[in-house]
């Protein structure tokens, strides 16, 4: 039996801020992603978790997709990792931002290069911070990498891939339970398990399918995790955000909607 998610996780994730809150308070995030062919997901990981109270995000990227994300604003900090894909040989780059971060976003727009797969298995085996594994990050895996750590955010097809299993509330929970993760689960309506509690998301609407609102979501579930929220009630958090926002901007956007319209409504969410 799963619970539904309501407005209340927004009281639950986020309390007061004390008058002498300062800088790093809220958390340092890094976002892993991009190739010379998408620079999108990862720009949209770094916004949608600006967007949600982070205080700092840094991207790393090949050198396009970096210098593409840095073009977007002065917001955003981008490092360019030499080449069009992300490989091993970045792997020690890549660490080094790892240490002074609190949490993680991997796999938005990497591609899937069997070099990007290796580097990806190689830098998740070692992370012991908590770190979203989306996307491309998630064909790079099978289960027998998958740790406590993971928030896993597969939609529907993601899901099969990577556990062979139907997509139904029964096996995410049979499949968190046995893997000790939580998984954001992106259906029509979204669910998310820690193998002992599962809740139901249902923000959203048929007008969020473009390309762009699992990245959105992605950032905004590496937001909170670095800000301190437990990986649990970070999923189902913004799952309700990213959903809320969506149903706010498609009431004026229709089919008109894109993911980047749906930053501009988080706020609204609050």
């Given at each position: 039996?799963?619970?539904v998610?309501?407005?209340?996780i927004?009281?639950k994730v986020?309390?007061k801020?004390?008058?002498n809150?300062?800088k790093y308070?809220?958390?340092?995030?890094?976002?892993i992603?991009?190739?010379?062919?998408?620079?999108?997901?990862?720009?949209f990981?770094?916004?949608g978790?600006?967007?949600?109270?982070?205080d700092?995000v840094?991207?790393?990227?090949?050198?396009?997709?970096?210098?593409?994300?840095?073009?977007y604003?002065?917001?955003?900090?981008?490092?360019?990792l030499s080449?069009?894909f992300i490989?091993?040989?970045h792997l020690?780059t890549?660490s080094?931002?790892?240490e002074?971060c609190?949490?993680?976003?991997?796999?938005?727009?990497?591609?899937?290069?069997i070099?990007t797969?290796?580097?990806v298995?190689?830098?998740l085996?070692?992370?012991?911070?908590?770190?979203?594994?989306?996307?491309?990050?998630l064909?790079a895996?099978?289960p027998s990498l998958?740790?406590?750590?993971?928030?896993?955010?597969p939609?529907a097809?993601?899901?099969?891939?990577?556990?062979?299993?139907?997509?139904?509330?029964?096996?995410l929970?049979?499949?968190v339970k046995?893997h000790k993760?939580?998984?954001?689960?992106k259906?029509p309506?979204?669910?998310?398990?820690?193998g002992?509690?599962?809740?139901e998301?249902?923000t959203?609407n048929p007008y969020?399918?473009v390309?762009?609102?699992?990245d959105?979501?992605?950032?905004i579930?590496?937001?909170?995790?670095?800000q301190?929220?437990?990986?649990?009630?970070?999923?189902?958090?913004?799952?309700?955000?990213?959903?809320r926002?969506?149903d706010l901007?498609?009431?004026?956007?229709?089919?008109?909607?894109?993911a980047?319209?749906?930053l501009d409504?988080?706020?609204?969410?609050?």
């Amino acid at each position: 039996m799963s619970s539904v998610i309501t407005k209340d996780i927004l009281k639950k994730v986020y309390p007061k801020r004390e008058k002498n809150a300062h800088k790093y308070d809220f958390g340092s995030l890094l976002v892993i992603g991009g190739s010379s062919l998408y620079h999108g997901s990862p720009l949209f990981n770094a916004l949608g978790a600006y967007r949600t109270g982070v205080d700092l995000v840094t991207v790393l990227a090949p050198e396009r997709a970096a210098n593409l994300v840095a073009c977007y604003g002065p917001d955003l900090i981008t490092y360019p990792l030499s080449g069009s894909f992300i490989q091993e040989k970045h792997l020690q780059t890549i660490s080094k931002f790892a240490e002074k971060c609190n949490a993680v976003v991997i796999g938005g727009g990497m591609g899937r290069e069997i070099k990007t797969f290796l580097a990806v298995r190689k830098f998740l085996a070692k992370i012991k911070k908590p770190v979203v594994v989306d996307a491309d990050a998630l064909h790079a895996i099978n289960p027998s990498l998958v740790r406590k750590n993971f928030l896993l955010t597969p939609h529907a097809a993601e899901f099969r891939t990577l556990t062979g299993m139907q997509v139904n509330v029964k096996n995410l929970e049979t499949f968190v339970k046995k893997h000790k993760c939580v998984t954001l689960l992106k259906c029509p309506q979204c669910f998310v398990s820690d193998g002992k509690r599962t809740a139901e998301n249902r923000t959203g609407n048929p007008y969020m399918t473009v390309g762009g609102m699992g990245d959105v979501l992605a950032g905004i579930c590496g937001s909170l995790l670095a800000q301190g929220v437990k990986p649990f009630e970070a999923a189902c958090a913004a799952a309700y955000i990213n959903g809320r926002a969506g149903d706010l901007a498609a009431r004026s956007k229709k089919q008109a909607l894109m993911a980047s319209d749906i930053l501009d409504y988080i706020e609204k969410v609050f």
